[in-house]
């Protein structure tokens, strides 16, 4: 502290110097604190109005620029919620007298989600791999057909000009096919990468999930912990429950699916049905699209096959709304049909397929919240 003798005279520090000696003396230390800050006075108010606006900007271009990431942590984050009684069950298992680890019932989950991925493309890719040989040795076939007049590719290529027409396209627009070549193939290395980082931030809340839950509550206050504690783990119930009731639909549409096409001797009969049951974990448009390809790939056989095949789906379709639905997880999620089909709807439109499969437990935690918090309030009013 300066000496108030080394302050000039018509220095006006010099009185305040000499004040903050006299308040040293008397207080034994810093002094008392001042008068607070009115926080009323219209420049606080008007500080305080810009840094909100600004942070609240600042929010909001994060999370404009980081949308693609967040929505997929908030499907990992899906995933291991609807993964966790799976791992509740499992690690309540008792062996040589003990419960199963929380860690081993994870690994045993993810090696079953992992064998049922592992077994779709098993069925998958040879086929595919078979009909890309085939269409390679059919080539000089086709080409053969377009120069000969009698045949009915001959005759549409005299017709509709097709070889000089595909021939113009690649030499002017070379350049766009190939660029289109590399675009596929950028998409393809970021759906992978897309794919894999789900995977691991799956793996992650589903092994720390017990612990993410209790942090979260720690950010309520204390007198609403025990209220929001039980509302929060009625919500991941059902998400769980929902998810588990659309795997066992799923399967239900699966192997209703194959044992069809098996019947009727349409192709590939293990590949369509898996593509079915994951199709059908998508909710109401999920199985009316993997009846649309089943139906296509039946014309192949036939006509009246293919026209079974529709029927056949139609049936399904109303079996799985009326019968299969309300059984298997209308009783634990306990959404009207109307809000479900607009939950999707608008999930469908603003995050695409991942927004159409969240959809309805979304739906049905508003519900809850609407329910416990909002009306009872509103009652109270």
């Known amino acids: 502290m300066p000496d108030p003798g080394s302050v000039p005279e018509s220095?006006?520090?010099?009185?305040?110097?000499?004040?903050?000696?006299?308040?040293?003396?008397?207080?034994g230390g810093l002094g008392r604190p001042g008068r607070a800050i009115d926080r009323r006075s219209p420049f606080?108010?008007?500080?305080?109005?810009?840094a909100g606006v600004a942070v609240t900007y600042g929010v909001v271009v994060?999370?404009?620029?980081?949308?693609?990431?967040?929505?997929?942590?908030?499907?990992?984050?899906?995933?291991?919620?609807?993964?966790?009684?799976?791992v509740s069950v499992i690690s309540r298992l008792r062996v040589a007298g003990r419960n199963v680890p929380r860690g081993v019932a994870v690994l045993v989950v993810l090696v079953g989600v992992l064998a049922v991925i592992g077994g779709f493309l098993a069925a998958a890719v040879p086929p595919m791999a078979a009909q890309a040989t085939a269409l390679v040795h059919e080539m000089p076939h086709y080409m053969h057909e377009l120069q000969d007049h009698n045949s009915a590719l001959g005759r549409l290529n005299v017709k509709y000009h097709i070889q000089q027409r595909v021939t113009s396209i690649i030499s002017s627009r070379g350049s766009s096919l190939i660029g289109g070549v590399l675009g596929a193939g950028e998409l393809v290395l970021s759906t992978a990468s897309s794919i894999l980082l789900v995977l691991v931030f799956s793996a992650y809340f589903l092994a720390s999930l017990p612990k993410t839950k209790l942090f979260a509550y720690r950010l309520v206050p204390q007198s609403r912990r025990p209220r929001t504690i039980l509302i929060g783990d009625e919500i991941l119930?059902?998400?769980?429950?929902?998810?588990?009731?659309?795997?066992?639909?799923?399967?239900?549409?699966?192997?209703?699916?194959?044992?069809?096409?098996?019947a009727f001797g349409i192709p590939y009969p293990v590949l369509l049905a898996m593509l079915v049951a994951l199709l059908d974990l998508i909710p109401v448009v999920g199985s009316t699209a993997g009846g649309a390809i089943v139906t296509l790939v039946a014309l192949t056989v036939s006509l009246p096959?293919?026209?079974?095949?529709?029927a056949f789906y139609i049936a399904y379709r109303l079996a799985e709304d009326y019968l299969i639905v309300p059984r298997v997880i209308g009783r634990t999620v306990r959404v009207p049909?109307?809000?479900?089909?607009?939950?999707?709807?608008?999930?469908?439109?603003?995050?695409?397929?991942i927004g159409a499969l969240v959809a309805i437990p979304v739906a049905a935690s508003i519900r809850l919240l609407l329910q416990e918090v909002t009306f009872r309030r509103l009652d109270q009013s």
């Open 11 to 27: 220095d006006p520090m010099r009185e305040a110097v000499a004040a903050a000696a006299e308040e040293a003396q008397r207080t």
């Open 44 to 50: 606080f108010i008007g500080m305080t109005a810009a």
């Open 62 to 86: 994060l999370l404009i620029h980081a949308r693609s990431v967040l929505i997929l942590i908030g499907l990992a984050l899906f995933i291991a919620a609807s993964l966790d009684p799976a």
């Open 237 to 262: 119930a059902k998400v769980g429950a929902y998810m588990l009731g659309n795997v066992i639909t799923s399967l239900i549409a699966g192997l209703g699916t194959f044992f069809w096409m098996l």
């Open 305 to 310: 096959v293919a026209i079974g095949t529709l």
């Open 337 to 353: 049909a109307i809000v479900s089909m607009a939950s999707v709807l608008v999930g469908g439109v603003l995050l695409g397929i």
